[in-house]
């Protein structure tokens, strides 16, 4: 029964956040006997299992779904220290998500993320700028890029970011 696969889902997120990675896997290998196909449980497993290509067979099974790019991006980065061919991975993932979601400020974050990452401070500045510019609530982009004006000690423009979110988000 797929609502039962459903709990065992939820179960698993749960427990991975609470650092359970065995309860976490056990669930998540339940909700994917019930639907073996299942994207969003295939990602929830590559992220409690660690196994690049648990993530990329979700992505085969997916390769137009948002939220799988963007759990996917999240690993490859997120992975960079193990594997440096992971960062351009999800580099050419993220400018493909552009081109498909021009008007996702998170996509941009995600590529700002990438730029840092590569040393790239200007192309991320970029990026976070144009996340701003579409979502001009968008907290975690205005926070990065306060901290990147912060480090290259341009108080100005890092404390115009800080200011904006403690006025008109928080």
């Given at each position: ?6 709990i ?13 990675t065995?309860?976490?896997?056990d ?13 969003v ?9 660690g ?9 085969k099974i ?19 220290d193990k594997?440096?061919d992971?960062?351009?991975s ?33 192309e991320a500045?970029?990026?976070l ?14 926070f990065?890029l ?9 108080s ?15």
């Amino acid at each position: 029964t797929y609502w039962k696969a459903d709990i065992n889902y939820n179960q698993s997120r749960n427990f991975n956040k609470l650092g359970k990675t065995g309860e976490s896997y056990d669930a998540i290998n339940k909700a994917l006997v019930t639907s073996p196909n299942e994207p969003v449980y295939i990602l929830q497993l590559s992220l409690v299992d660690g196994k690049p290509e648990t993530i990329l067979k979700a992505f085969k099974i997916t390769p137009l779904n948002q939220n799988a790019r963007k759990l996917i991006i999240n690993f490859l980065v997120n992975n960079s220290d193990k594997n440096p061919d992971y960062l351009t991975s999800a580099e050419n993932i993220l400018k493909e998500s552009i081109d498909l979601f021009p008007n996702d400020p998170k996509v941009y974050y995600q590529m700002a993320i990438v730029k840092i990452k590569q040393n790239s401070v200007d192309e991320a500045i970029g990026s976070l700028e144009k996340s701003i510019e579409l979502k001009s609530n968008y907290k975690e982009g205005r926070f990065l890029l306060g901290s990147i004006y912060k480090d290259l000690k341009n108080s100005e423009k890092a404390k115009l970011q800080f200011e904006y979110i403690l006025k008109n988000i928080d």
